[in-house]
């Protein structure tokens, strides 16, 4: 037997490099896609919620600011409860969280943004299943908006044109 190159070994070469792995790229664009998703499916309740529903007048029956704290951050999430009459009945509903799209890092400015746009007592319209009015919806203002699907689905469309340029590299 001669002593060749047969069998000899490869380095291996980082992810990311020429013909290395790619499949974390895809990975992360798959769970940003999932996320874009699910905040435009949000939005897409709240918008049939508002066309398709009756809408009565209600006021927010209570605020709160939520803590949520891990080891290398913390951020806060805004909440509201409120009431509405349906057919002579009053229901409630909440705590529902607000803003869910919008990032807060200090509950000072949660709570800022709460009393300008849902201080207890506010009016505000709500929209409920005719069929079960215990289901109620705030409609577009207490959805998050189309701008997180958006910001989702170009976060994934830039990782897989990454990693389809370096695999193809």
């Known amino acids: 037997m001669s002593?060749?190159?047969?069998?000899?070994?490869?380095?291996?070469?980082?992810?990311?490099?020429?013909?290395?792995?790619v499949w974390g790229y895809y990975l992360v664009a798959a769970l940003a896609?999932?996320?874009?998703?699910?905040f435009l499916n949000n939005f897409r309740q709240a918008l049939v919620a508002q066309k398709t529903w009756t809408r009565?007048?209600?006021?927010?029956?209570?605020?709160?600011?939520?803590?949520?704290?891990?080891?290398?951050?913390t951020s806060y999430?805004?909440?509201?409860?409120y009431s509405y009459a349906a057919g002579g009945t009053i229901y409630g509903a909440g705590p529902l969280e607000i803003n869910k799209s919008k990032p807060y890092?200090?509950?000072?400015?949660?709570?800022?943004?709460?009393?300008e746009n849902f201080p207890e007592g506010k009016s505000l319209d709500v929209y409920y299943n005719p069929s079960n009015p215990y289901e109620s919806s705030l409609g577009l203002p207490g959805a998050s908006g189309l701008v997180s699907p958006i910001l989702f689905f170009l976060f994934s469309?830039?990782?897989?044109?990454?990693?389809?340029?370096?695999?193809?590299?």
């Open 3 to 21: 002593a060749g190159t047969q069998g000899a070994v490869q380095p291996a070469r980082p992810a990311g490099a020429p013909g290395g792995s």
């Open 33 to 38: 896609a999932v996320m874009g998703l699910v």
């Open 56 to 73: 009565a007048a209600g006021r927010v029956t209570e605020t709160k600011v939520v803590r949520y704290h891990s080891r290398r951050s």
């Open 77 to 81: 999430s805004t909440y509201i409860s």
């Open 105 to 115: 890092f200090s509950e000072g400015s949660a709570e800022e943004d709460l009393q």
């Open 157 to 169: 469309a830039g990782l897989v044109s990454l990693a389809l340029r370096l695999r193809g590299e």
